[in-house]
């Protein structure tokens, strides 16, 4: 069983699925889940992904970089000649920082300025006087784990989007999935880390901040407030809901019609899910 098939395992026994419910929902053959959750799938076809990582609440580009498919870069790539991109390491481990340290600082066509935590504790503090553009976060601390460091930040206004990446430990991906459901961006393995590979992580991170900042920047109001995207993202929904419901009054046909109906619940969830955040506090 490669990485990419105990990831897959874990993010369907997280919700309790068999492989039936997985093929009823997404289409894909019991056999066809099944080979590539015992590894004998090593890169499956884009549009699978994509159903998987909706169903399972993994990300599309986490799926991406562990079956070995370049991420989409959106015209968003960090450039060597631009700012630097500041770069928080949190583990205990003086030499995996020292490690992580070296493969940032090596790598080409990009500046990264590293920053170090020896605890979570201290990363969280980084974290607010730093605001770096990505972190890549040890599981195993000596004060709090790193699923505890995920949970404090989202629930910190000043950091909660600060993209992060959990390092855990080697078969520890029900570790991984449950960072990712908490906000990481992706996960690596103790171990199995190259330059390569936590370059390109990094890199994800730096991103997807650039991705972020750039929408709030074009949701900026004409009297300079910042919309609250929570609230732009409902207002959405709820509009599209609306279409949706006069489109099934208007024709009859339409009223019983099985996937407009699916739709709607399907924005409705959404619905739920957008609205459903936590109360917002400072780390004390």
């Known amino acids: 069983m490669n990485r990419f098939g105990v990831l897959l395992k874990a993010g369907r026994e997280a919700l309790s699925l068999t492989i039936r419910d997985v093929e009823a929902s997404t289409g894909i053959s019991n ?18 992904l994509k159903l ?11 799926l991406m970089t562990h079956t070995g498919f370049p991420l989409p870069d959106y015209g968003l790539l960090p450039n060597a000649d631009q700012e630097r991109h500041a770069i928080l390491i949190i583990d205990d481990s003086a030499n995996d920082r020292e490690l992580y340290r070296t493969y940032l600082e090596n ?26 553009d990505c ?37 520890s991906e029900e570790v991984a999935v449950q960072a990712i459901k908490l906000g990481a961006i992706n996960y690596l393995v103790k171990g199995d880390i190259t330059d390569e590979r936590l370059v390109s992580v990094a ?23 910042v919309i609250d995207a929570d609230e732009y993202i409902s207002g959405a929904i709820t509009t599209i809901d ?6 099934q009054v208007k024709s009859n046909a339409l009223k019983d019609d099985p996937d407009l109906a699916a739709a709607r619940s399907g924005l409705a969830e959404l619905l739920r899910y ?4 936590k109360h917002v506090q400072d780390f004390s």
């Open 135 to 171: 972190a890549l976060l040890d599981y195993r601390l000596p004060d709090i784990d790193g699923i505890e460091v995920l949970e404090r930040l989202k629930k910190n206004k000043q950091v909660c989007d600060i993209p992060v990446a959990i390092i855990t430990g080697q078969g």
């Open 203 to 225: 890199l994800q991170g730096v991103q997807r901040g650039k991705l972020k900042a750039g929408i709030r920047e074009r949701m900026r109001a004409k009297g300079g407030q």
């Open 31 to 48: 056999a066809y889940l099944s080979q590539m959750e015992n590894g004998y799938v090593k890169r499956p076809a884009l549009e699978k």
């Open 52 to 62: 998987l990582g909706d169903l399972y609440h993994i990300p599309y580009e986490v």
């Open 274 to 277: 957008v609205r459903n955040e």
């Open 107 to 132: 790598a080409r066509d990009v500046n990264f300025e590293i920053h170090q935590a020896a605890s979570g504790e201290e990363g969280l503090r980084l974290m607010v006087s730093i605001r770096p």
């Open 242 to 247: 609306a279409l949706v419901e006069r489109v």
